[in-house]
Structure formats: C-alpha cells, structure tokens
C-alpha cells in the first residue's frame, strides 16, 4: 500500500480576526489575533475516498496578538 501525507506549514495558511467590547457605553480600542493554522495528515493509499474519510489529522493553530493602533 502507498501512504498519503499533506501538510499545511503555519507560513501557507493563515487568517486574521478583530473585535472590540463595550463596557458602560465605553469601547476598548480594536484589536484581534494572527492566526496561523498547520496540518499534517497521513493515510494509507487505499483510495483518496478513504483516505480523506481516515485520515489521522494533527491539527495546530499558532496565535499573535496584534493591536490595531499600530
């Protein structure tokens, strides 16, 4: 059987999100998270129906803060 191996480096894939809060009627200023996700899954190559169905995934999601006064 042949193996199947993805991987997703923290660099290739990631996303951004923001928010703000309101205590009092008073806003805190904006301010969110880097997300950087990485994957790595592995299979055995029976077919890719199977393969993405069975697959052993390893998921990591690495954080930044970031402050949009900036």
């Not at 191996?5 to 999100?17: I, K, S, T």
């Not at 998270?33 to 993405?52: G, I």
Request: with cysteine; hydrophobic share 40%.
């Amino acid at each position: 059987m042949s193996e199947l191996a993805v991987r997703v480096h923290p660099g290739e894939l990631h996303f951004n999100a923001a928010h703000f809060m309101t205590f009092d009627w008073t806003c805190e200023n904006l301010h969110g998270r880097d997300f950087h996700v990485e994957n790595n899954a592995f299979a055995e190559l029976r077919s890719l129906q199977v393969a993405a169905e069975e697959a052993d995934c390893q998921w990591g999601i690495h954080t930044r803060r970031f402050d949009a006064r900036h």
